[in-house]
T-cell receptor, first 113, second 113 residues
Framework: GENVEQHPSTLSVQEGDSAVIKCTYS??????FPWYKQELGKGPQLIID?????GEKKDQRIAVTLNKTAKHFSLHITETQPEDSAVYFC????????????FGKGTMLLVSP | SQTIHQWPATLVQPVGSPLSLECTVE??????LYWYRQAAGRGLQLLFY??????ISSEVPQNLSASRPQDRQFILSSKKLLLSDSGFYLC????????????FGSGTQLSVL
């Protein structure tokens, strides 16, 4: 089955800096890669996703890049703000009749003012 | 867009007691429904998924069961809770029109003492 590795497990940055979280996946058939943000005591929130036919996608201060050959994808957050502090999860799956997402173990991002 | 209602938000139960967590979805028809568990400081583990009324698939053998009595209602149950059942339980759905996008509810923090 699919295996998703996520690094780093914790990331501390200063407000205004950029943050990058990286994930690798094992199944070359995976074609859907979402990212989730989870604040303390809340459910994960889908923040951005990318399909395998696209190399990069951007939404305001967040962007995701995908390298299918190397089987890795990354989340980039620019101009970080304290409210970006949360745990971020990457995931990978093949699109089928139901969600088969395999999640990474998460990255705790702390943005200091 | 869909809304996932999940309750209660927190629950403290003694070992050996029964459990019933309920989830309802609004804003979409024929969703796929999921129950995930998140242990403290760990990733997301898929417990059950359902592609239709009365159709339940289990991903992990355990002390829990799930039922889907109505199209937009998903219930997680146990006859006798174990200490190891403690965790953060999340209901999720993939809307009928967007199979790959997985959305989560707000979660139930279960403590078994």
């Amino acid at each position: 089955g699919e295996n998703v590795e996520q690094h780093p497990s914790t990331l501390s940055v200063q407000e205004g800096d950029s943050a990058v979280i990286k994930c690798t996946y094992s199944d070359s058939a995976s074609n859907y890669f979402p990212w989730y943000k989870q604040e303390l005591g809340k459910g994960p929130q889908l923040i951005i996703d990318i399909r395998s036919n696209v190399g990069e996608k951007k939404d305001q201060r967040i962007a995701v890049t995908l390298n299918k050959t190397a089987k890795h994808f990354s989340l980039h957050i620019t101009e970080t703000q304290p409210e970006d502090s949360a745990v971020y999860f990457c995931a990978a799956s093949k699109v089928s009749g139901y969600s088969t997402l395999t999640f990474g173990k998460g990255t705790m991002l702390l943005v200091s003012p | 867009s869909q809304t996932i209602h999940q309750w209660p938000a927190t629950l403290v139960q003694p070992v050996g007691s029964p459990l019933s967590l309920e989830c309802t979805v609004e804003g979409t028809s024929n969703p796929n429904l999921y129950w995930y568990r998140q242990a403290a400081g760990r990733g997301l583990q898929l417990l059950f998924y359902s592609v239709g009324i009365g159709q339940i698939s289990s991903e992990v053998p355990q002390n829990l069961s799930a039922s889907r009595p109505q199209d937009r209602q998903f219930i997680l149950s146990s006859k006798k809770l174990l200490l190891s059942d403690s965790g953060f339980y999340l209901c999720a759905c993939t809307p009928g029109t967007g199979i790959e996008k997985l959305f989560f509810g707000s979660g139930t923090q279960l403590s078994v003492l």
